[in-house]
């Protein structure tokens, strides 16, 4: 059996879904594992106990199949949660995302963005016609520590990119950490 068979069985028959497989140079096997969504329902987050739970049963599952490997490592997908599949699209609609093409952009927007851009990052959103997704944002000035910012200042355009899922080379949760409590983002 491959090991992306093993451990996908392994993961999906102690209830959780499977999100990366990633093996490294020095022999290390980096399973990310989270708990299945469903739409409507309370959210649940992967702790220390589930890792050590798919930890053992991997460790057992790997040896049996004869899969070579020096350190295993189950940890949840953190606050940088690759999106892959629909459902992650689904799930975090709404959220701040990073995206980067598989080809830059080429002459849209006209003339607002570069068309060689790739990478972006903005609220994740289903379409007009709701048939497929897009990102909002603005490209806002960085403002320098201290610096005062008028309210009266007029904003920038918002902007929006519609893409498929083929035309991504990754696309990622914003890492945003917010250490004064609890505030709105935008």
Request: charged share 30%; hydrophobic share 35%.
């Amino acid at each position: 059996m491959a090991l992306q068979d093993i451990v996908d069985q392994t993961v999906k028959g102690l209830g959780y879904d499977l999100v990366e497989i990633e093996r490294s140079a020095g022999g290390l096997l980096r399973i990310t594992i989270d708990h299945p969504w469903v739409a409507g329902e309370t959210e649940q987050w992967v702790n220390v106990e589930d890792c050590e739970k798919v930890n053992r049963q991997l460790q057992f599952a790997l040896e049996v199949d004869g899969i070579e490997y020096k350190r295993l490592e189950v940890s949840s997908p953190g606050i940088d949660r690759p999106l892959r599949h629909e459902a992650d699209f689904e799930r975090f609609q709404g959220q701040i995302i990073d995206l980067t093409l598989k080809q830059p952009m080429g002459a849209a927007a006209g003339g607002l963005v570069s068309g060689l851009r790739k990478k972006f990052r903005g609220t994740l959103e289903r379409t007009e016609q709701g048939t497929g997704w897009q990102i909002t944002w603005r490209d806002e000035p960085q403002v320098k520590p201290g610096q005062r910012v008028s309210k009266k200042r007029e904003q920038p355009p918002l902007q929006a990119l519609g893409f498929t899922l083929d035309e991504l080379r990754e696309a990622r949760l914003a890492p945003i950490v917010d250490f004064k409590g609890r505030q709105s983002l935008k």
